[in-house]
């Protein structure tokens, strides 16, 4: 009984001190909301915390509970802690790593173009090199290194670690967590970009606050990651959210994943350039085809009006299950207006009228720096909750 007891109690103890880790200074009352523990429980944990050293009052004061007029209540944060973290982003076709402190402020940044899909353990080879020279960058060694937080452009099985088949054809067999820790020497932590994609907004983007919440990426292919009160949902095997592959034509285009009309094979960033560039006498990249959505290109808002409301179908039944107060759009093609009213008008249409009336839709913040931004904040909450 009393072993049970202790592990609740460090449990809760990983709860608070993570939390302060993504979020920075928070209330009592605000740990308390966010954990779910009552506030006895938590003033007693962050009393134990403050003695033994690992956190502390700030000399701040925030803003009473839903702008009452009572007196602005003290905030504790984490010690300032040693050492530093890495965040590694892998995309399709890019590797962008940053250096950062252990409040998760960057230090060091870098980004490089690379053929990822094809080349798994060459890309590793690469981050491991890039990680070194921002380290010295920022002035840390690699003994102040304590973990690292890394995004891969696919599912994760929760079981083995590894990326699901087919879907990086030049990473099967690979473990990317374990390759990249046997390069570097620390723990490192991986996760999908949805996911990822998700943890950084919720922590400092456009879904901070909220417990709830979708976050959909549109890119060169489409994924979700979900928050159910305020944690990450990775499901039984760490694939929920994989709504890129729900089927929607079954007579349509092989996709990678080896089933036939899947929602990204219909709606990708590449599939929208491809649809544009018949009608269009230049290049189109999708900064491009933004900016002529902005001139008022009527075919371009067709285009993105039409695959928002391709996305917001797939996305009105998982409201439908999941009752979401937010739905946060991201990805290259994630600040269109048509796109995100095209998901709107979806979830409108096809989601049940409270569900669809309860939740909003609204554009990501953190742009391309989402993915290194959440793989940051895995590894300074995995540090923190050690």
């Known amino acids: 009984m009393a072993g049970s007891l ?3 109690r460090a449990g809760n103890r990983r709860a608070i001190t993570s939390l302060l880790a993504a979020e920075g200074p928070m209330s009592r009352a ?6 779910g523990l009552s506030r ?23 803003t009473p509970y839903k702008g009452g007029s009572g007196r602005p209540p003290l905030l504790v944060a984490l010690s300032a802690p040693t050492g530093g973290v890495v965040g590694v982003d892998v995309g399709h076709g890019h590797v962008r790593v940053a250096a950062a402190d252990r409040t998760g402020t960057v230090l060091a940044e870098e980004s490089a173009a690379f053929d990822v899909d094809a080349h798994g ?10 990680a070194r020279t921002l380290l010295r960058t920022a002035g840390l060694s690699r003994s102040d290194l304590q973990a690292i937080g890394m995004c891969v452009p696919a599912p994760l099985d929760r079981r083995s670690a590894r990326i699901r088949t087919g879907i990086l054809p030049g990473w099967q067999d690979l473990n990317p967590g374990a390759e990249l820790e046997r390069r570097m020497g620390v723990p490192v932590f991986a996760d999908n970009d949805a996911n990822l994609g998700a943890l950084a907004e919720l922590n400092h983007g456009a879904a901070r606050g909220v417990s709830d919440v979708v ?25 929920a959210g994989e709504i890129g592959h729900v089927q929607v034509d079954e007579h349509g285009l092989v996709c990678r994943c080896g089933n036939r009309g899947c929602l990204e094979t219909v709606v990708s960033s590449q599939r929208v350039l491809d649809l544009l560039g018949r009608a269009h006498d230049e290049p189109l990249t999708t900064d491009r085809v933004l900016e002529l959505e902005s001139e008022g290109d009527a075919g ?20 439908n299950n999941l009752n979401p107060a937010l739905v946060v759009v991201g990805g290259p093609l994630g600040t269109s207006t048509s796109l995100r009213e095209g998901v709107r008008a979806a979830i409108d249409r096809y989601a049940q009228p409270d569900t669809a009336a309860a939740v909003s839709v609204v554009p990501a913040e953190l742009g391309d720096r989402a993915e290194v931004s959440g793989a940051i904040a895995l590894a300074v909450a995995r540090v923190a909750a050690a």
Request: charge should be positive; hydrophobic fraction near 45%.
């Open 300 to 319: 371009v808002r067709r285009v993105l009006s039409d695959t928002g409301r391709t996305v917001g179908r797939a996305l009105a039944d998982l409201c």
């Open 40 to 62: 006895t429980t938590v003033s007693n944990l962050v009393a134990a915390l403050i003695a033994s050293g690992q956190v502390t009052e700030t000399a701040d004061r925030g």
């Open 121 to 130: 353990a060459d890309t590793l080879d690469r981050a491991a090199r890039m």
């Open 30 to 35: 605000d740990l308390a909301r966010r954990t």
């Open 6 to 8: 202790e592990r609740l």
């Open 215 to 239: 976050y959909v990426k549109v890119a060169s292919g489409v994924g979700a990651g979900i928050v159910l009160g305020g944690r990450l949902h990775r499901g039984a095997t760490g694939i």
